[in-house]
Structure formats: C-alpha cells, structure tokens
C-alpha cells in the first residue's frame, strides 16, 4: 500500500500537533511513500505507526543536524541557509512546513543541541536502514560543503554522525570524494556562465557539435531522440550504480564529473534549440 505514509502520516500529524501537525505528516508521508522501498521502510517488521514516526524524527533530525553544522565554524552564511533551502526544495515542502523545518534548523544552532542524543533517537527510530542513514550523511556533507569548502570542524562532525550511524570509513570517503566534486562543478558552472557573455560565437558552435558528439547523437536529431539520448547517457553513467557495486571512490569522481557533462551538454542544446 504505497498511499500508506500519507494517511497514516496525515492522522498522527493531526493527534500530534493539529492541522499543521497533519499538514507535515501528509507531506512526509507523500515524500516516504516515493522512495520507502529505495531506503528500506517498507520492510515487513514496521508497523505504520513506526513509519509514520520514523518520517517525523527524519525529518526533525535532518534540519537540528543542518543547523549544527552550519553553525561549528561559528557563523550561517547565506550559502548554508541556500543549500538548506534546496533540501527543503528536494522534500518539496509546501510553505507552513518549511516553517517547521526552519525552526529545527534553528534549535540545531542553539548552545544547548547535543549531537549525540539526536543521532541516538534517529537511529533507534529508523530501525538501523543504512540507506536512510547514508542519505542523511549526504545531505548533511552537502551542507557541509556549501561555502566551498569543508573546515575541520565540520569534518568532525560529520565522523562523529558516520560513527553514530555505523557508516564505515570507506564508505564515508566515497561521500565525501563525491560532495567535494560536486561542488568543484558547481563552481566551474558559475565560471562558465559568468564567462558565458564573452563567448566566440564559433566557439560556441564548436561546443555545441561537441554537445551532440557527447550524447551520441547528430546534429540534426528531434528533440525527442536528444531527450531519448539524454536520458540513456545519464542511466548509464549515473555514479550510484557504481557506488552500489563497490567501485573506488576515483571511478565514483569520474562518473560524477561524466553525468555532470552528459547534464551540461543537454543543457547547452536545449538551450540552443529553446525546448
């Protein structure tokens, strides 16, 4: 019953904390029931009253975390309010939620949070899903990474959620290895567009051939064959495919800066062919 997250969501929300309550827990509840097989809560030993409380205590953990984070280094930049602000955007939270989630960002930032007895009611709450725990910790690395680079109070903390979490070593390297070049390509994405202006036109034709050598197309395919092509390269070169069969975190930069091409050249002819 894939629907289940957004009821039973939804009618514990409401007992909890009234409308708002019931608001939040529909919303966690629709989110959940689109990846709760990918993260493992849809496994037969959760009732829904322990789903339904594991999308409650996600969610206020992955926001007091954020906000502890943000604040090690002493100071939130507008960069680290930015990338919180896109997690929210990922969750699709309506307005009133991200209310909520604001004001777990702030209790995150307060003197007082202890990291430890949030990690501790997480875990105990989500059961041990390790997929669920590593998608906290990539979340929390993003963030981590916002202002374009990682101070060791920050990396800190961040082993200290890996160790809570059980994430080992090695795989806590093949986040980070991931994050820091996914931040690397968002940079050299604002160098190209700020440069983007100053561009010879033949060069851009040049870029723009290459564009549809990369996606394995001609220059004269529909939009849909570009769409088709698209999607295939991305499928194919996806770094989750090979972070799942264990490959070393070199193979997992590589495919990353790849998708991050295959991306950027679809971009440029969409851009080109206005579609």
């Not at 197309?217 to 989750?240: F, G």
């Amino acid at each position: 019953m894939i629907w289940l997250g957004k009821v039973v969501g939804g009618i514990l929300g409401f007992s909890l904390v009234g409308p708002v309550g019931a608001l939040l827990g529909a919303t966690l509840g629709h989110q959940f029931d689109r990846n709760l097989q990918n993260i493992g809560l849809l496994d037969s030993d959760l009732t829904p009253e322990n789903i339904n409380r594991a999308q409650w205590t996600f969610f206020e953990t992955v926001f007091m975390v954020m906000g502890h984070l943000a604040k090690a280094d002493g100071r939130v930049s507008e960069a680290e309010l930015n990338a919180a602000r896109t997690i929210m955007d990922r969750m699709e939270l309506p307005d009133d939620i991200r209310k909520v989630a604001a004001g777990f960002y702030s209790q995150g930032k307060q003197p007082d949070f202890v990291l430890e007895e949030a990690l501790d009611r997480f875990r105990a709450d989500c059961s041990r899903r390790h997929a669920l725990f590593r998608r906290f910790l990539e979340w929390q690395m993003e963030c981590a990474y916002a202002d374009g680079n990682l101070p060791e109070s920050k990396e800190l903390i961040l082993q200290r959620i890996a160790d809570c979490l059980g994430i080992g070593r090695f795989e806590y390297r093949f986040i980070k290895t991931r994050a820091e070049t996914e931040q690397r390509l968002a940079e050299e994405r604002k160098h190209k567009k700020r440069e983007r202006k100053f561009r010879n036109p033949a060069i851009e034709v040049m870029q723009l051939v290459q564009a549809y050598t990369l996606l394995g197309i001609p220059v004269a395919a529909s939009e849909n064959d570009v769409k088709k092509a698209y999607r295939k390269q991305m499928s194919l070169h996806h770094p989750d495919k090979l972070t799942a069969q264990g490959a070393s975190p070199d193979s997992i930069r590589q495919a990353t800066e790849k998708t991050q091409q295959i991306r950027g050249a679809y971009e440029l002819i969409a851009r080109v062919r206005k579609f």
